[in-house]
């Protein structure tokens, strides 16, 4: 039943990944809906925090998943999803500080309405980076023990 412990390190990413896509999805909702009511407002700001604070986890268990492949044929069709979801980040991290510097100014970046255009972008960036790595998954079979030859 715990046999999972062995291979805790590969499990990781999928494990992790998925908070941080339902973070931004029901931020960007959030988003919408805020613009009528101001108590969800707050409530979006957390969700794309928290969120923003996870994606470099999910980052790092990627990279740590990535590494039996290293040297294999999978490295190729593992890298657009890597530096997408390496460069998605680092964007993510740099608005989430502005973000953060407008709001302790009472100035809110989020309660412009161009906010919401950025924010679809940022969630079609997310549905790509989501999309290159379930096609690892489901395509290459890559990290799926029992398909995959290369895990044990």
Sequence with gaps: ????????TQDLHPMVVHFPIALFFLS?????????????QDMEWSLFAIGTIISPVAVVTGLIAHSPYEETQFASVIEPHQFSAIVGTVVLIVFAIWRFMSRRRDKD???QSWYR???????????FVGGTGGQLVYEYGLNVRGVNPLLP
């Design 117 to 127: 255009w950025v924010a679809l972008i940022g969630l079609i960036w997310i549905i």
């Design 109 to 111: 970046i989020g309660r």
């Design 1 to 8: 039943m715990f046999n999972f412990l062995t291979t805790i």
């Design 28 to 40: 960007f909702i959030l988003a919408v809906v805020g613009l009528k009511r101001s108590p969800y």
